[in-house]
């Protein structure tokens, strides 16, 4: 029996981008939208059978009505037998929950919510799989739940035993005071699961393009969604047959975050800057410049140009120029300092030194 997986997780729909002009943050927002319904239309090209998250559908339970009964249309596209939702921290189901209250209100065949320690057969999807959940129940927990799997063991019946799971996993994910679930590569290997598909770290694990008979998967986020996140956005495809298990990583995301610093000192280093900014589809990229160096006073005087250009190319720019100074030489001097001053003559005998120049030079105009 042949199954094949498409493994997500992490989307947070919902997010909110508050950092952000509004323009900018409503098409952030929208996006991830975008994002879920592209993988949606990618599994099906790819004739999966299970569409899996793993976790963080949502970024929080305060979720409006209209954005679930959006995220049900979404999911009841998928073409394969079910998907599979699992409950993740940041949209934990405590029983409580209005989030979940109203997803499962809203009429669908597809949709399974693993909201309980417990086996979910699939049998009424035509598959012969047991899945075994780890849902969170809170936003927050020094323990994850896999207890419950630990002591019940697996169902005597079913081809695939497949765990889902959220929380922090050893070595991928920094958890110092063990409040996210946490979960060992041992204790998660004790478990004799065919898979088990995890969510929680924005990283995709293991690290690799295409991986054979690797039991454990961490999704990792489809969307790029900070500047501390450096990757594309990506998915995992699991095919599993006969016991043998091949993963292979699927690009999802649409918008890039680029953090970076540059030293410069020439125009030709701001060319530099600039040929990099514009490669690879510059509208779909979102960058924090930091510049530093020192560069002639034309070109700190024609820097706001610069920018402009870059900003009327690139979907979103930020830069923080406050460590770019304009280079000190005798033209300098001679324009802001009087002959014969002691600033005047003191600058001129530094000018052997740029370095030194300059740190006088910023000396003498804090004054």
């Not at 690879?280 to 024609?302: M, T, V």
């Not at 770019?324 to 002959?339: A, Y």
Request: with cysteine; proline share 3%; glycine share 6%.
């Amino acid at each position: 029996m042949e199954l094949k997986i498409f493994h997500t997780g992490d989307i947070h729909l919902g997010m909110k981008f508050n950092n952000y002009a509004d323009e900018i943050k409503e098409k952030l927002c929208e996006v991830r939208f975008l994002t879920l319904e592209n993988m949606i239309i990618k599994s099906n090209e790819l004739n999966a059978d299970l569409f899996v998250i793993a976790g963080d559908l949502f970024n929080t339970i305060q979720v409006a009505k209209r954005d679930i009964h959006r995220t049900v249309k979404i999911l009841d596209k998928f073409n394969g037998a079910c998907v599979l939702v699992l409950p993740g921290n940041h949209d934990y189901d405590n029983g409580m929950t209005d989030l979940w209250r109203e997803f499962t209100k809203i009429p669908s065949e597809k949709i399974v919510l693993l909201n309980e320690k417990k086996y979910y057969f699939l049998n009424n999807y035509d598959l012969d799989v047991v899945i075994y959940p780890a849902p969170c129940h809170s936003k927050h927990s020094s323990e994850n739940s896999l207890g419950w799997i630990k002591e019940e063991g697996l169902s005597q019946t079913g081809k695939y035993h497949i765990g889902v799971a959220h929380g922090a996993l050893e070595g991928l994910s920094p958890d110092i005071e063990g409040n996210y679930y946490y979960m060992g590569i041992n204790e998660l290997s004790s478990i004799p699961t065919n898979l088990w598909l995890l969510g929680h770290t924005h990283l995709m694990y293991p690290f690799k393009d295409k991986i054979l008979d690797n039991k454990i998967f961490n999704a990792g986020t489809p969307e790029p969604d900070g500047l501390d996140y450096k990757d594309k956005g990506n998915a995992w495809f699991i095919n599993i047959n006969d016991g043998k298990i091949v993963g292979e990583k699927i690009p999802t995301g649409e918008y890039r975050f680029f953090d970076q610093e540059f030293e410069v000192n020439s125009d030709e280093d701001l060319d530099s800057i600039e040929l990099w900014a514009l490669k690879d589809e510059p509208n779909k990229k979102i960058i924090r410049l930091c510049l530093k160096g020192s560069i002639s006073n034309e070109a700190y005087e024609n820097l706001n140009d610069f920018y402009r250009n870059l900003e009327s190319k690139i979907f979103h720019l930020i830069v923080d120029d406050s460590h770019l100074r304009v280079r000190i030489n005798k033209t300098t001097i001679e324009r802001e300092f009087t002959k014969g001053s002691f600033p005047y003559e003191f600058l001129n005998g530094l000018t052997y030194d740029d370095e030194a120049l300059q740190i006088a030079y910023d000396l003498l105009r804090r004054r």
